[in-house]
């Protein structure tokens, strides 16, 4: 279930820094260090949502950027902080897409990811299932933990492209 990560921000942040050295989240960060979360007091340009399941518990962190003028999401930062693949977790992201596309009725939706990112071949998976496809490689965008350079793929999901299986 989704709720306003403004609610959550204290145990967010904690669930953040957890992940600071744990090497499962080393795609997530670049060289610059670790962050605290900057969660916004208000929804204005950006929406930040914290995975909750029935008991409470959080499950991931979900946020965004958006531009009404423009019509598209971008910057997707999503985090789940479960050790085994999470369902509910899952159709949160899900929620937040079809959100951004029938609630707030925007047009694109556009994202990154590490080419070396293990999760990068469920993301090619999933535009494939729902009507996006993988724009461009970038080379060499930012440099990671280990020192080296990395490539990002561009994806984007259009609504008039929009596929529901």
């Given at each position: 279930m989704l709720k306003p990560a403004q609610i959550y921000r204290d145990e967010l942040q904690k669930k953040l820094v957890e992940t600071w050295y744990d090497e499962r989240y080393k795609f997530y960060y670049d060289t610059s260090g670790k962050y605290e979360l900057c969660?916004?007091?208000?929804?204005?340009?950006q929406r930040h949502f914290a995975s909750i399941d029935k008991n409470g518990n959080i499950l991931g962190y979900i946020a965004y950027t958006y531009d009404d003028n423009s019509s598209y999401a971008k910057w997707f930062g999503i985090m789940c902080f479960e050790d085994s693949y999470c369902y509910e977790f899952i159709a949160d992201v899900i929620r937040v897409i079809d959100d951004i596309f029938y609630k707030f009725n925007l047009n694109r939706i556009e994202f990154?990811?590490?080419?070396?990112?293990?999760?990068?071949?469920a993301y090619r998976r999933f535009i494939k299932k729902y009507g996006g496809r993988e724009v461009a490689t970038l080379r060499q965008t930012t440099k990671l933990m280990d020192g080296m350079f990395h490539d990002s793929i561009l994806f984007e999901i259009l609504f008039d492209d929009l596929i529901y299986p």
């Open positions: 969660i916004p007091d208000n929804c204005q340009y990154q990811c590490f080419a070396m990112n293990p999760v990068c071949d």
